[in-house]
């Protein structure tokens, strides 16, 4: 498992796998516990509750922004291998958009809990 997170991380998985099964599945996934956890409000919870928000949060936190490192290396060897090739790199310039936008409204979650 950390040999594959860590070929991830550096951009080895494809394009279309780093973007659809890793980002978009996987945030799906990773996502939904929280988005439960979320929707049951807070009128009554007690510190275990909120540590386990709170752990599950940095968790998921931490999903995206290794997403978003795979991604964007992903994304770098496509355009790359693209270039070299003769191809159109468009969807690996498209993928860098969609991580960058995906930084900013993360970034934006991040400072809503501060305010």
């Given at each position: 498992?950390?040999?594959k997170i860590i070929e991830f991380l550096e951009g080895k998985y494809s394009l279309g796998h780093s973007?659809?099964?890793?980002?978009?599945?996987?945030?799906?996934?990773?996502?939904?516990p929280l988005f439960i956890l979320l929707a049951s409000g807070?009128?009554?919870?007690?510190?275990?509750e909120?540590?386990?928000?709170?752990?599950?949060?940095?968790?998921?936190l931490t999903y995206c922004i290794?997403?978003?490192i795979g991604i964007w290396k992903s994304a770098g060897n496509y355009i790359h291998k693209n270039i070299k090739?003769?191809?159109s790199p468009f969807w690996g310039?498209?993928?860098r958009v969609a991580v960058v936008l995906g930084a900013v409204s993360l970034l934006n979650e991040i400072l809503k809990l501060f305010r």
């Open positions: 498992m950390k040999k973007y659809w099964v890793v980002g978009i599945l996987g945030s799906i996934g990773v996502g939904i807070f009128d009554e919870i007690g510190s275990f909120a540590f386990l928000v709170i752990a599950y949060y940095i968790f998921y290794g997403t978003s090739a003769k191809l310039y498209a993928a």
